[in-house]
């Protein structure tokens, strides 16, 4: 991961659920079965050069199993 979260993830949306992630074959066989959910929301991250951004992050999730593979996809400030 090239970023780390600061402080609570706020407005979290699902994306996607079950059959509708197309990931989901690698998911299950690199992280094992659940329900998995693609998710997303708004942070404060702070990137490898020290600066602070507001962005829109997208990860997915499973009961028991937690967040993975998170990913900035756009920044808002």
């Known amino acids: 991961m090239h970023f780390e979260v600061i402080g609570k993830i706020t407005d979290v949306q699902v994306i996607a659920t079950g059959k509708a992630i197309r990931d989901l074959s690698r998911l299950e066989k690199q992280y094992g079965r659940g329900r ?3 998710m997303k929301g708004i942070a404060t991250v702070r990137l490898l050069n020290g600066s ?3 962005a ?3 990860w997915y999730e499973a009961h028991g199993i937690g967040k ?3 990913k900035i ?4 400030d």
């Open 36 to 38: 998995w959910r693609k």
């Open 52 to 54: 602070l951004r507001r």
């Open 73 to 76: 996809k756009r920044f808002l």
């Open 68 to 70: 993975k593979r998170m």
């Open 56 to 58: 829109e992050i997208h």
